[in-house]
């Protein structure tokens, strides 16, 4: 008589096919996920001012009135600043327009520089550095 030989089942450590397929399926998603997020993060920041759609990125923006007509948005401020391609532009205030001296009176005293008319003297003069001879006959600025 031959003996029977007793098959033992031991453990087996590992996963069963239905737990690697979950798993499988979990980490593709995770992956697929993280893609995306990747994908529309970097389309956003090349986008930065999607808001804005006049934007002519073609020309090199090198000053603010470039920054400003190509679109990008401008700071209220002052002076104004515009920010294009993490680059920060500021607008240059041109005081031309300001003509310094420019509050003279009728008789040409300049108001701003501390001048008042003398009638007695006939002449602009500064009260602190010289007296007017009367007084009673300077003309106070209007």
Same mark, same amino acid.
């Given at each position: +008589?031959?003996?029977?030989?007793?098959?033992?089942?031991? !453990?087996? @450590?590992?996963?069963? @096919?239905?737990?690697?397929?979950?798993? =499988?399926? =979990?980490?593709?998603?995770?992956?697929?996920?993280?893609? !995306?997020?990747? /994908? /529309?993060?970097? #389309?956003?920041?090349?986008?930065?001012?999607?808001?804005?759609?006049?934007?002519?990125?073609?020309e090199a923006i090198t000053n603010f009135d470039?920054?400003? #007509? #190509?679109?990008? @948005?401008? +700071? %209220?401020? !002052?002076?104004?600043?515009?920010?294009?391609?993490?680059?920060?532009?500021? *607008?240059?205030?041109?005081?031309s327009d300001v003509i310094l001296g420019g509050?003279?009176? *009728?008789?040409?005293?300049?108001?701003? #520089?501390?001048? =008042?008319?003398?009638?007695?003297?006939?002449?602009?003069?500064?009260p602190w550095e010289e007296d007017c001879p009367?007084?009673?006959?300077? %003309? *106070? @600025?209007?």
């Open positions: +008589m031959a003996k029977k030989k007793k098959i033992i089942k031991s !453990y087996q @450590p590992g996963f069963s @096919p239905v737990a690697s397929l979950i798993f =499988i399926i =979990i980490i593709a998603i995770i992956v697929g996920g993280g893609l !995306y997020y990747l /994908t /529309t993060r970097l #389309a956003d920041d090349n986008n930065t001012n999607s808001f804005n759609t006049n934007k002519n990125t073609n470039d920054c400003a #007509a #190509a679109g990008y @948005p401008v +700071m %209220e401020s !002052y002076p104004r600043r515009c920010t294009a391609d993490g680059q920060t532009f500021t *607008e240059i205030i041109n005081n509050d003279e009176d *009728e008789h040409g005293c300049i108001g701003s #520089a501390g001048y =008042i008319w003398c009638e007695s003297s006939q002449k602009c003069i500064r009367a007084n009673d006959s300077i %003309e *106070e @600025p209007s």
